[in-house]
């Protein structure tokens, strides 16, 4: 008899806690189009137009599924232009789930790092955290800061199984504060759900230990507190103690080891953009609200309508609710299980957002500086029409002293599973496509970039074929 995942692994399967309301046709297109498409795109799935994608896995930002209550809430926007109503509901939101006491609303995720780095950054001072992220080190980067990653050594393999790979190396840390002095550093900038390292989650135990060291040399610790809400799963899943504790609960007890954080909206609260920063010293409050003004907008909306406000405080409510969580993370995890099913080397244990495909592996005849993970995307793209993007050398950029690439442990390729969107027939069609281009793998050739931006690469490079 054929059975489920779910019976094969003893256990009843889940299903989305919602039914489909409204649909969206999806474009299914030709191999010889796409080769067309992916050639105009210079082999950058960022390139690509998305009439020519099939099933979107570029990214899980501002790509959600709204609720039909977020919908509702988009008309209920108080529009003016100062002291909406819906920043108030936020404000209540934030500081019911998030624990912090003061807000500021940005455009989106790196309007809020700009507004951090820029206040809490002083020239020549480091920022350690758990491993990068693009927006995030360029705006410390440009605030005069220096990043250092600090992550325990198990993230940067794709094999270890550890349970919180987004941990941070305590002993790390405290051998760079002892190196250059509390003094230097600037704070600590603590991620949820690592993203570069495949959506590993940080556990409760390392960020009390984070904090009690912080507080020893009076340093202060920031959150990016994009997937935060995901992070919270792996703890109820993973840590001792937290199973009987509902997500709402961990997330705030999270939070509450923190000053603050920085949040993308477009990700953990299902809309479709906007974005805070949030901290608890009035001081730096007053720092944020004044520098918010100049860079997104007046401090009761910063860069964000009302009516975005609303769907995203509704949103909040929504993404903390256990059912939703389980589901969501249920499908990434189920693409992942039918990958590893059939050997396909991905990062493990699956994160929270995404499959991350590791590149070597797939591909160790093509030379890190051939892109192989950029090559791997734009092989699943012309066999499929699914896009998924490059978390590699690419993604890493250049040194800014040297000018040469950064040479990243992990050259992988990123299927990111947008919320609510998709259903498990696309996760089967996603994984077949995969499958197609691993037993082709040995056919596949590398290639070279033709043009380079100066920031965050990735997004504008193209690149040809190598011949
Ligand atoms: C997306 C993201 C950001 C930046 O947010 P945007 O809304 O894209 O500007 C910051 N940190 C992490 C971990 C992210 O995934």
């Not at 474009?27 to 067309?36: A, L, P, V, Y």
């Not at 988009?74 to 003016?80: A, F, H, T, V, Y």
């Not at 969107?421 to 050739?445: G, P």
Request: glycine letters at 8%.
């Amino acid at each position: 008899m054929l059975k489920t995942i779910g019976q094969q692994q003893g256990r009843r399967s889940w299903a989305e806690p919602w039914k489909i309301k409204m649909v969206e046709p999806l474009s299914i297109t030709s191999r010889k189009k796409r080769e067309k498409a992916l050639k105009k795109a210079g082999y950058n799935t960022f390139l690509l137009k998305s009439k020519d994608v099939y099933i979107d896995l570029l990214t899980d930002s501002g790509t959600s599924a709204m609720s039909d209550r977020q919908w509702a809430g988009m008309m209920l926007g108080d529009e003016s232009y100062a002291g909406s109503i819906n920043f108030y509901h936020l404000e209540k939101a934030v500081r019911k789930y998030y624990s912090y006491k003061h807000l500021v609303p940005t455009h989106q995720g790196r309007g809020a790092e700009h507004l951090i780095s820029q206040v809490q950054i002083k020239e020549g001072q480091i920022v350690p955290g758990n491993m990068y992220f693009t927006t995030t080190r360029l705006h410390q980067e440009m605030a005069g800061g220096k990043f250092v990653d600090v992550i325990i050594d198990e993230a940067h393999n794709v094999n270890s199984d550890h349970p919180f790979k987004g941990n941070i190396d305590i002993e790390k840390l405290e051998q760079l504060i002892e190196t250059h002095g509390a003094d230097k550093i600037a704070y600590v900038s603590l991620a949820g759900t690592v993203n570069m390292a495949g959506g590993q989650p940080v556990s409760m135990e390392n960020i009390k230990a984070v904090k009690a060291l912080c507080d020893k040399h009076g340093i202060l610790l920031y959150l990016d507190a994009t997937r935060l809400v995901e992070n919270a799963w792996f703890i109820q899943k993973r840590e001792d103690g937290y199973q009987d504790k509902s997500i709402k609960k961990i997330l705030f007890e999270f939070c509450s080891y923190s000053d603050g954080a920085w949040m993308s909206g477009k990700k953990d609260h299902l809309v479709n953009i906007g974005g805070w920063v949030a901290v608890n010293d009035d001081k730096v409050f007053d720092k944020l609200r004044n520098l918010v003004v100049v860079y997104e907008g007046l401090h009761t909306y910063g860069g964000m309508a009302g009516r975005d406000m609303e769907a995203m405080a509704i949103g909040i409510k929504e993404s903390v609710k256990d059912k939703h969580i389980n589901a969501r993370i249920g499908q990434v995890r189920y693409l992942g299980q039918l990958l590893e099913d059939w050997g396909i080397p991905i990062v493990k244990p699956v994160g929270g957002h995404a499959i991350f495909l590791d590149a070597k592996a797939f591909y160790p005849h093509i030379p890190q500086d051939q892109f192989p993970a950029q090559t791997l995307a734009a092989n699943i793209y012309l066999d499929s029409g699914v896009r998924g993007m490059e978390r590699g050398i690419v993604s890493a950029g250049r040194d800014p002293k040297t000018g040469d690439h950064r040479y990243p442990k992990l050259e992988l390729m990123r299927l990111t599973i947008p919320r609510r969107v998709y259903t498990e027939a696309h996760m089967e069609v996603i994984a077949e496509s995969v499958k197609a281009v691993y037993d082709a793998r040995e056919e596949a050739r590398g290639l070279k970039m033709v043009y380079e931006p100066e920031y965050l690469r990735f997004f504008q490079a193209r690149f040809e074929p190598v011949s």
